[in-house]
């Protein structure tokens, strides 16, 4: 029976055992382990699997237009037009398709989490007394493991014992340094960061041994939570699939009334059913704006491959847009914000506290005497001596505890040969560093004792100190105290170093020579520093209106300090931890997550807590994260952002986009580019919803007419989906527009149709709708040829269009800076030439080829009907004018 009366690291381990019915010696009875595998199965995480292919397949056609247009056909067809229902469907799959292959990656999180658990090295486990090699997955409660530096953690443990043991939990909790573990009981409210009697599965063993017994397996565990709540979560739209979605259903309802009255009122007049249910049909076709979809697609997957282009890889095709309509970035810390290796930032040492970039090789000390501070130098010499990092095989690289490989550069730096110095000073004996002792001791030839360790400890045993000439001097606590304040306040981690006198015989090194009457040599202080360039970034995102908060789980004043230079959250940084926020209401976090751009010590629960308050206060939130521990929030925020290289595989497939770089500085070129995106598509908007809007009103007008329809169901769908996709494609190339990031960000409520967005298309529509009837009516009264008339109002609404293409794109600004530029200016805009070309090729095809003729019922044109074709397009320069006046979509909002 497993029975804990509190968490596993609040208890004491006899406690522990005895919940657990384990022994912390000799481990589970065999056979007691297999009763437990077979009641509570292995120890893996459980998958609970993702959609079928054919079903993600099925949801593309999950739009209220889409399924309107697959019943038109369907309908169509059982009335014996089997063409119309043929092209109807081609237009259906065909933005399936589109939508199948970009969003056609499944979700492999929840496999990936369970690679973070699984390994294929055995571990070593006791049992009944016998050590035994099992694999990972046969590990069950109660079992008794064995630790040793490189191993991954298989399971969560209760540690029972170690010697010198370290954990890399960087993953889960986002400390920036290896962990020293016990096992020592602590709170049961302890953050995780904090329970140094736990190892938890995932993490790595950096140096040292350890035994734990298993508290929990597989779901349970603290990785396996994680992926509970991963698969707990739905799939979040974006603002824009959202805006789609509203625009969709209200754009339905308009079309049905509209295509019940034309049915209707034809009736009335005397036409016939047939005829009226054609026209009808005609209508919802032509209002429908079946190629949008596809658009929306294309432009969507061209800003994927221009971001790639930027080092930022899009997984989730609508995070592009969600990108361009970010209010909020929640940032992890640890290497994303920062480089991810502990840097040695200050000394101090014979009264002096210097930063590093004040050494130089070859000197020691930037006093204004310009003298060697003999204190200094014995200090990084410590540093280097009293140390178990080493250098790689590969050249410049380092091996070992990164606080370790710290101080070896800061020697380094100062001018200090590593092997020349352990020439000079070999090692013959030391005491590892453990976490209860809190210092590590080496002994050099005969001459000396080395001491590195917490402040606190290292002076206590100190009864001097060197000054700048290597004097013994009077212990001066007070000054050292400031030195240790100074750096704190700037999130530094502190390192304090001593030397004794070695016994000229002296072998082996014991504690008693290292417990008094050491001189004191000073102080190192070190941080996991920013990245330059994201110190950039940050103020580039500030200065285009978003928000930039860091949720990392490292120390309060670690985090205060990193924010503080990073320029988050101003001069005054308000910084709360974890455990503030647990005692918080929901209603509370609702209103501080908006005032407090700094939260520490938070647990992987609290970062999904705070990404759902924002969003509930109606941000738009990006996350940022590379850890275990960040994937919930990556997968609930609007847009997750993982880090490529550096980051867990986890994070990486839970997340919307990959920064290949590992740079936050990427984000300000996704954002820009996710604004251009949003941009383009409202120009998409712009030109795409008048031909529908024109084409819809023009036969609702014949039917209140009476006249025959102006153009056929099929004409229409060649002119939305051939035509219009040829032309309007064009727009998503558009490049960036100057001064989009000094803007701020899109209100999260703002309509997709915006009033002057909707005044535009009214004024085109009306134009287009005169335009068709106009040239219909002329042409079928001159000729009486029906197909005649209705091939000139195609060819003439789509010479028009040409013109407002470019008058809406940035052609228009190039021709317009032809005298000072030249030919040079078509370049800003060769897609929109392409579009220009394409279209007039496949127009000539539509009219003047025999078996387009016979297929869409039209006839070929003469060079006088052609050129009555062209004049709307002059016609349409002072529409195009209007239109930009009344809604400047090429512009910055």
């Known amino acids: 029976m497993v029975l804990l009366s509190a968490p596993a690291h609040a208890l004491p381990v006899a406690e522990v055992v005895a919940g657990l019915s384990s022994d912390a010696a000799e481990g589970l009875n065999p056979a007691e382990a297999q009763r437990r595998l077979a009641a509570f199965g292995p120890n893996s995480l459980t998958n609970r699997g993702g959609k079928p292919a054919w079903l993600k397949f099925l949801l593309q056609f999950n739009n209220p237009l889409l399924i309107t247009l697959l019943v038109v056909g369907a309908v169509k067809a059982l009335l014996g037009h089997p063409r119309d229902a043929l092209v109807i469907w081609s237009v259906t799959v065909i933005n399936a398709v589109i939508g199948f292959v970009q969003e056609s990656k499944a979700e492999s999180a929840i496999a990936a989490l369970a690679r973070a658990v699984h390994t294929e090295v055995e571990v070593e486990v006791v049992r009944g007394g016998v050590r035994q090699r099992l694999p990972s997955e046969r590990l069950v409660v109660g079992d008794l493991v064995r630790l040793e530096a490189g191993a991954r953690v298989p399971a969560d443990l209760r540690l029972v014992s170690g010697r010198n043991l370290h954990t890399d939990e960087s993953a889960l909790t986002g400390e920036s340094v290896p962990v020293g573990k016990g096992s020592t009981a602590v709170e049961a409210s302890a953050p995780l960061a904090e329970r140094i009697g736990m190892a938890y599965a995932g993490s790595y063993v950096t140096s040292g041994q350890g035994m734990g017994l298993v508290v929990a397996c597989g779901d349970a565990t603290e990785v396996g939570r994680i992926s509970t709540s991963l698969q707990d979560q739905v799939d979040l739209t974006t603002p824009l699939t959202r805006k789609f979605g509203r625009f969709s259903r209200t754009l339905l309802k308009v079309i049905l009334v509209m295509a019940s009255l034309t049915f209707l ?356 939130v990006a996350m940022t994260g590379d850890g275990v521990n960040d994937a919930p929030a990556l997968k609930q925020a609007d847009i997750g952002i993982a880090m490529g290289a550096g980051g867990t595989e986890v994070a990486r497939e839970a997340a919307d986009m990959l920064l290949t770089d590992d740079n936050f500085a990427t984000i300000e070129a996704a954002v820009e580019e996710g604004r251009t995106v949003y941009l383009n598509l409202r120009k998409t908007l712009a030109f795409v919803l008048p031909v529908n809007g024109g084409a819809s009103m023009t036969i609702l007008l014949g039917a209140l007419l009476g006249t025959p329809l102006p153009v056929t169901a099929l004409q229409v769908l060649w002119l939305n989906m051939i035509t219009s996709l040829t032309m309007s494609i064009a727009l998503a190339f558009e490049p960036i527009v100057p001064g989009l990031m000094q803007q701020p960000p899109r209100p999260p409520d703002q309509p997709l149709l915006t009033g002057g967005l909707i005044r535009r298309v009214l004024v085109v529509s009306l134009f287009n709708w005169a335009l068709i009837f106009g040239l219909f009516f002329w042409s079928e009264r001159r000729s009486g040829d029906l197909a005649l008339a209705r091939t000139m109002a195609v060819q003439g609404l789509v010479l028009a269009h040409l013109v407002y293409l470019v008058s809406i794109s940035q052609l228009s600004s190039a021709l317009l800076a032809l005298p000072r530029l030249g030919w040079r200016a078509l370049a800003q805009a060769p897609a929109v030439l392409l579009a220009i070309a394409g279209t007039i090729t496949v127009q000539w095809i539509f009219s003047q080829t025999e078996w387009m003729n016979r297929f869409f019922d039209t006839a070929a044109l003469d060079p006088g009907d052609l050129l009555i074709c062209a004049l709307p397009m002059l016609l349409m320069l002072p529409v195009a004018w209007l239109g930009e006046r009344l809604d400047p979509t090429d512009r910055p909002e």
């Open 265 to 620: 009122v034809g009736m009335a007049r005397g036409r016939g059913a047939d005829e009226m249910f054609d026209g009808a049909v005609a209508l919802a076709v032509g209002a429908i704006p079946e190629e949008l979809p596809a658009v929306v697609t294309i432009t969507l997957a061209i800003g994927v491959h221009r971001m790639a282009r930027r080092r930022a890889i899009i997984r989730k095709l609508p995070a592009v847009e969600a990108l361009g309509s970010t209010t909020v970035i929640c940032s992890d810390k640890t290497g994303t914000l920062t480089q991810n290796r502990m840097t040695v930032q200050h000394l101090y040492a014979g009264s002096e506290l210097l930063a590093i970039e004040e050494l130089w090789p070859g000197e020691a000390s930037g006093s204004a005497a310009g003298s060697v501070n003999v204190a200094l130098q014995e200090t990084l010499l410590a540093g280097l001596l009293c140390n178990d990092a080493r250098p790689s095989s590969r050249e410049g690289l380092l091996v070992g505890d990164p606080t370790e490989t710290a101080l070896l550069v800061a020697a380094r730096e100062a001018g200090i040969d590593r092997q020349v110095a352990l020439d000079r000073h070999p090692r013959r004996d030391a005491i590892p560093f453990e976490s209860e002792q809190q210092f590590m001791a080496t002994l050099h030839g005969s001459e000396r004792i080395l001491l590195k360790g917490s402040v606190e400890v290292v002076l206590g045993r100190c009864s001097r100190q060197l000054d700048g000439e290597g004097r013994p001097q009077p212990l001066d606590r007070r000054a050292i105290e400031a030195a240790v304040a100074a750096m704190a306040a700037r999130g530094e981690r502190v390192l304090a170093f001593a030397i004794g006198q070695a016994h000229p015989t002296q072998q082996r090194l014991e504690h008693h020579h290292v417990a008094a009457d050491l001189n004191f040599l000073g102080l190192q202080g070190m941080l996991d520093p920013p990245r330059p360039e994201a110190i950039l970034a940050v103020a580039a995102c500030q200065a285009a209106g978003i928000t930039v908060k860091m949720i990392t789980g490292d120390h309060l004043e670690t985090a205060r300090a990193i924010a503080r230079e990073m320029g988050i959250g101003g001069a005054e940084v308000e910084a709360i931890d974890g455990r503030q926020l647990e005692a918080m209401a929901a209603d509370g976090i609702a209103e501080l997550v908006d005032r407090v751009d700094v939260f520490a010590r938070v647990a992987p629960a609290q970062k999904l807590q705070l990404v759902q308050a924002l969003q509930a206060n109606g941000e738009v």
